[in-house]
């Protein structure tokens, strides 16, 4: 862990910009832009464990939904869509790939004709159980400079921030940083990860 007297760049650009114009408002400096850069690096990190455990993060995010299902792992297509917080167009994409590959199988629901139903095979099964395992594990590892109260304090203050801003800006969506694929916002505990976009020339 770094000292604590050592420059910190987030600090210096907050004082940067009170030198310079004075009265700006910066307190969110010291909260935005950590959260940037950390939202950069973990999704880095978190595209490298899943690239090594042969897994895109997609599929992974599918197979992750059903798993927290419960026995038997199934879920309506229209589930899907909801828990993954994805378009019914990306849930389509993502089970049709699954099934390829052998993780899950579908089937339409008995009298419903229009209900598809999603089931998590048996190597789906062994695979996101064993790459959650990779990604909570390399994760907690990230996490570790902290103590267990101050991790548990951070994540109260977090789920605070972000309920507030969710309500302030009238959206729910859990999303990645900068990500726009699949046309819609994702979620997931182990959620897709996408491109970080760099915070405003402001906070930089």
């Given amino acids: 862990m770094a ?21 700006t408002p910066v307190s969110s400096i010291g909260i935005v832009t950590p959260v940037w850069q950390l939202a950069k690096l973990l999704g880095d990190d978190r595209r490298r464990v899943l690239a090594r455990a042969g897994v895109d993060t997609a599929t992974l995010d599918l197979l992750s939904v059903l798993r927290r299902a419960g026995d038997p792992y199934t879920l309506s297509t229209r589930e899907l869509a909801a828990r993954s917080m994805v378009t019914a167009g990306a849930v389509s994409q993502r089970v049709a ?42 994760e907690a590892e990230l996490v570790g400079g902290l103590t267990a109260d101050q991790q548990e304090q951070l994540a109260g203050l977090l789920k605070l921030l972000l309920q507030d801003v969710q309500t302030r800006l009238g959206d729910d969506r859990i999303t990645q940083v900068g990500d726009l694929a699949d046309g819609a916002g994702k979620a997931g505990g182990t959620g897709e990860p996408g491109e970080a976009a760099a915070p405003g020339n402001a906070g930089k």
């Fill in 3 to 23: 000292s604590a007297d050592a420059p910190y760049p987030v600090q210096e650009i907050a004082d940067a910009w009170v030198r310079e114009r004075p009265g």
């Fill in 97 to 138: 790939r699954a099934e390829r590959e052998g993780l899950v199988t579908r089937r339409a629901g008995e009298g419903r004709p229009r209900t598809v139903w999603v089931e998590l095979t048996p190597a789906g099964h062994t695979l996101v159980e064993e790459t959650v395992d990779q990604v909570l594990h390399r």
